[in-house]
């Protein structure tokens, strides 16, 4: 069943349901402001939260603990009185914050006095010989598939990459009663020395503990190689081996599947479109919004909260979504400085303590160069098939950034608008031209930020705005 929209115009409306968005929505309405929660999803939860509500995994320590905190936010959002709309596509949204939405194959245009972007992260792409062979998926995707129906790989498979995430599966498989085949483990010698002068903050941290029993328990089941210099996944018509290196030796592993990782990045696409000013974190290896200490980015009236505004974990964005929205519900009136900044103390509190640790983690897993910027023939966008070599070419004929790049190869034109791309084209394009990441910019992100069918399109109310709306798409 499809549910619409109660009203046309909200106090504020939240886009993703993930930790942070969850933690806004809920603390918006409790303020008291019309709150409307839109997420493209079945169900609450984002990507860390996933199918909290509706997840058939019954055994609670097969996910962990910190996955069903996820079960209270979303108890605490619908006791609130927020309206909460899934499987809504935002494909629109301008200065005014005017937002088109699509809803069970309909469009329809809502107005907000403030928007809160909770759009969350994505999985950094991890370009190798062979990514595209069926049978090689992110570990992301096997997370969703064990969330969603409990399945876990029939075969084991083979992991490689670097960062939490990659260990954390692999902990969720071995409780499942699934096997590893091994784990191919990218970081870099001499990584913890240059991580050393943050460890103290990062033993201090919530992530000491827990990091230290998932690690052990990984390593006591699943043979770790560790230092992996290259890794090609190969086969004729799908995956059937994965080759790597380990300084002058290449080793040959059987697999029929093989999960990537390389941690994850700020899906900054709709922030992007919008027109928030971004800037590229050099330890981070990505672009990151510009935010104020509540979230604001530099669009008037446009708050970004957790994970879509720089990665810190899932407290850590709950606690940036409830700042956003006090901040929001200060902006409109609800409440002042005073009781704004009082209610803020337990959040950035939180906030402080989960920060503790990440510089370490970022600097210990902070994907190798050379599994960010590939070489030869290996695919770079998949939507296109588009090789490192590609681009490089383009750009020794005079090709200045990725914007351009669409013009030579299509680059960031297909179905994923860039999201599997964008990050190892900037970086090979800065590589190429000798310059850094920041002066060849991202691509230029224009709506509708995600596929829309003539017949959502044909659905809008035939006003003076649908009709902008569509000469703004034209352009």
Partial sequence: MTVAPKREDYDVVVIGAGPAGLAAAATSAEAGLSTLLLDENIGPGGQVFRAISSTPVTDRNQLGADYWVGADLVQSLRASRAEIIHRATVWSLDRNLEIAVSIGGASAFLKAQRVILATGALERPFPIPGWTLPGVMAAGAAQILFKTAALVPSQAPVL???????????????????????????????????????????????????????????????????????????????????????GNRERVVPAGILLLHQGVVPNINLASAIGCEHQWDDRLHCFVPR?????????????????????????????????????????????????????????????????????????????????????????????????????????????????????????????????????????????????SPQEVGYYRLRFPIKPLTLGELATLPQTEASRAAVIRLRK
């Avoid at 009663?177 to 784990?183: C, E, I, Q, T």
């Avoid at 897993?365 to 050379?370: E, I, L, N, S, T």
């Fill in 160 to 246: 490689a990459g670097c960062g939490p995430l990659l260990y954390l599966l692999a902990w969720q498989l071995l409780n499942a009663g699934a096997r590893v085949s091994v784990l191919l483990d990218t970081t870099p010698r001499g990584r913890l020395t240059a991580a050393l002068p943050d460890v103290a903050r990062f033993v201090a941290s919530p992530y000491f503990v827990k990091g230290m029993k998932l690690v052990a328990k990984v390593r006591s089941q699943v043979p770790v190689v560790r230092h992996i210099d290259a890794i090609a996944a190969e086969g004729s018509d799908r995956l059937e081996r994965v080759r790597y290196r380990l």
């Fill in 291 to 435: 935010l104020d200490a509540w979230g604001a980015s530099s669009v008037q009236h446009v708050w970004i909260a957790g994970d879509g505004g720089g990665i810190q974990g899932a407290r850590a964005a709950e606690a940036r979504g409830r700042l956003a929205a006090l901040a929001a519900a200060n902006a409109i009136g609800r409440i002042d400085v005073s009781r704004r900044d009082s209610l803020a103390l337990p959040h950035r509190r939180v906030l402080e303590r989960e920060r503790a640790g990440r510089r370490f983690i970022d600097t210990l897993f902070a994907p190798p160069r050379q599994f960010r910027v590939p070489e030869g023939d290996t695919i770079v966008c998949r939507c296109e098939e588009v090789t490192a070599q590609h681009v490089r070419e383009a750009v020794a004929l005079g090709c200045p950034g990725p914007n351009q790049l669409k013009a030579f190869l299509r680059c960031g034109m297909g179905p994923c608008q860039g999201r599997m791309c964008g990050l190892t084209v900037v970086d090979l394009i800065a590589q190429a031209r000798g310059v």
